[in-house]
């Protein structure tokens, strides 16, 4: 029953703003560390931002001034704010936690949600 289910994805102009929206069941964000990846067509998943179970935050190069990862202990939920949007934006973007490890690679994280698509276009 432990999952992590994404939201929030769409279609939105370059320099808009979106927010990304993960809701845990089945554990608490509170005490995981938790990510945000994503995978544009074609291309390897890859790391976007991520928070510790003690608040610590770490973003790709890429993002950085951008996307906030934020997160509500209250709905044990974790967002990414996306500001800025650029086009090599688009892709799918995952949530994923771990109770132990606090990465930036793909096999760092042992539970994954569905995705949500995002795209940016004019």
């Known amino acids: 029953q432990v999952r992590l289910v994404e939201s929030g994805g769409g279609l939105v102009q370059p320099g808009g703003s979106l927010r990304l929206s993960c809701a845990a069941f089945g554990r608490t964000v509170s005490s995981s560390n938790m990510a945000w990846f994503r995978q544009a067509l074609g291309k390897e998943r890859e790391f976007v931002a991520r928070?510790?179970?003690?608040?610590?935050?770490y973003y790709a190069e890429f993002v950085t001034g951008r996307f906030t990862i934020l997160r509500d202990n209250a709905q044990n939920t974790v967002y990414l704010q996306m500001n800025a949007l650029k086009p090599e934006d688009t892709g799918v973007y995952y949530c994923?936690?771990?109770?132990?490890?606090?990465?930036?690679?793909?096999?760092?994280?042992?539970?994954w949600g569905q995705g949500t698509q995002v795209t940016v276009s004019s």
């Open positions: 994923a936690a771990d109770s132990q490890w606090s990465g930036i690679r793909v096999n760092d994280y042992g539970v």
């Open positions: 928070i510790t179970w003690s608040g610590v935050k």
